[in-house]
């Protein structure tokens, strides 16, 4: 137990690697910015201003967005997803994997799931010991079921799901802006030192680093932020791009499209003064659909209530359940 205990807090400490690699960068980037470039490098008084006024703005909401992406707590299953205990001694007692689905089949009856596994079956983690909610993932990193799991991202250290998927999205927002910015701004004098207009001193490496480091993070920023603008548009997850989720009615990569504005609305809440604040929102319970599935989705399952879906599946589908294969 000892070295596997040493061993889960070294790599919770290396996973902090790539965060204080994030942060030094952008402490140098502001000391390089502010002091070597405004203050040593630009002559004019008023560019200075106008220069250090936008740069501050872009840093703090970049920060701010960052924070909150990284220590944001994934969200996880509610206790109504867990099983009861007699239910899960049952579970663990029962060495046919049909029987462990029939016990899993009746605990999900009154469980608003319409996903399935690839075969069908009730999806379980056992692990957490928990039903799986639709959209939620079980991450081997985090060591934890998450809700509407996206993916792990290493740069933060965290999930990226339910709880901060908005979060996350402003910060690449804010990041492109601020290597945008940086990279657009630094341009002229970054020529200027190239050909010698400048005096060489101390500030020319930082000028001429800053740049290329900003349009390097520019690049790969964008394609990543737009792949995700892409997503949200989609109300899909990253998870959910590569392998579409499966309903009773089969596999739907759009099972969970609302229409593109209240997919947008899904993500960032029915407010749209807050979209741009790395804060929590949602819709009001008033606007929340009735169902989370498409048009499409819903007018193949028959809108029926979802106890009455694995009612009938229990009654008419018993038969399915001793031909499963997990």
Sequence with gaps: MAPTHVLRCCQRGLAWIPVIFIALVVCWSYYAYVVEL??????????????MVFFHLSFVMFVWSYWKTIFTRPANPSKEFCLPKAEKEQYVKEERPESQQEILWRAAANLPLYTRTGAGAIRYCDRCQVIKP????????????????????????NCVGFSNYKFFILFLCYSLVYCLFIAATVLQYFIKFWTN????????????????????FCISILSLFSYHLWLVGKNRSTIEAFRAPVFRTGS?????????????????????????????TRLDIEDVPASPLSESQN?????????????????NDSRYLLTIDL
């Design 299 to 315: 007018h193949l399952l028959g809108n029926e209530q979802h106890a009455n879906n694995v009612t009938e599946h229990l009654e």
């Design 38 to 51: 405004c203050i040593f490098t630009i002559p004019s008084i008023a560019e200075k201003i106008i220069y």
């Design 252 to 280: 739907d990569k759009n099972g969970f499209s609302l229409g593109f504005g209240k997919n947008i609305a899904h993500v960032f809440g029915d407010q749209k003064k807050f979209w741009l604040l790395p804060i929590f």
């Design 134 to 157: 639709d959209r939620c993932h079980h991450c081997s990193a985090c060591d934890m079921c998450v809700l509407k799991m996206d993916h792990h991202c290493p740069w933060v250290n």
């Design 197 to 216: 207009e400048l005096p060489d001193t101390h500030a020319k490496f930082h000028v001429l680093f800053l740049f290329f480091v900003a349009a390097m």
